[in-house]
T-cell receptor, first 109, second 113 residues
């Protein structure tokens, strides 16, 4: 079967750094994506890793280790507006995007 | 200048009814998708079309029928609505079926009573 595991909830303080982990088991793998979704909103694309290593985009970074079937999203200098759900997603061998169950991030003042 | 739009935004209907949700993208993308997000926020792909051709058809009841009149539009028709169909339905598009980024519409919140 196909599965992606990520923590259901993470809480952090404004200005801090938080890491959201994702482990996956899928039929084929073409890349790991991260999406952000605010309550009542639509998922929006944050980052994509096809190769091992760290990709940085402003305050957000994403890491992938294909040998460990593992990745993470790192959020730095947390702001209140970062409170949202974060989904990892794997593109499988049929190019479908398989989503994890999402991690709800709560940023406290 | 909305990129991916859906109508209606909210849909409340009785069990057994038939309803349609419309989606349009003005990004010039070749590929469009329908996703279902349940009450636990689990997001699952239902269908995908590439240049009006069905390329992904997940295990979805055949009461759900997508239609793509052209590559900028992808509609979803649902027959004989059931309570379990209550969810948020998202349309999305991407430049191609292998593109790394998908652009989601605002969602249609369907409540079946």
């Amino acid at each position: 079967g196909q599965s992606l595991e990520q923590p259901s909830e993470v809480t952090a303080v404004e200005g801090a750094i938080v890491q959201i982990n994702c482990t996956y088991q899928t039929s084929g793998f073409y890349g790991l994506s991260w999406y952000q979704q605010h309550d009542g909103g639509a998922p929006t694309f944050l980052s994509y890793n096809a190769l091992d290593g760290l990709e940085e985009t402003g305050r957000f970074s994403s890491f992938l280790s294909r040998s460990d079937s593992y990745g993470y999203l790192l959020l730095q200098e947390l702001q209140m507006k970062d409170s949202a759900s974060y989904f990892c997603a794997v593109r499988d061998s049929s190019y479908k995007l398989i989503f994890g169950s999402g991690t709800r991030l709560l940023v406290r003042p | 200048d909305t990129a991916v739009s859906q109508t209606p935004k909210y849909l409340v209907t009785q069990m057994g009814n038939d309803k349609s949700i419309k989606c349009e993208q003005n990004l010039g993308h070749d590929t469009m998708y329908w996703y279902k997000q349940d009450s636990k926020k689990f997001l699952k792909i239902m269908f995908s079309y590439n240049n009006k051709e069905l390329i992904i058809n997940e295990t979805v009841p055949n009461r759900f029928s997508p239609k793509s009149p052209d590559k900028a539009h992808l509609n979803l028709h649902i027959n004989s609505l059931e309570l379990g169909d209550s969810a948020v339905y998202f349309c999305a598009s991407s430049p191609s079926s292998w593109a790394e980024t998908q652009y989601f519409g605002p969602g249609t919140r369907l409540l079946v009573l």
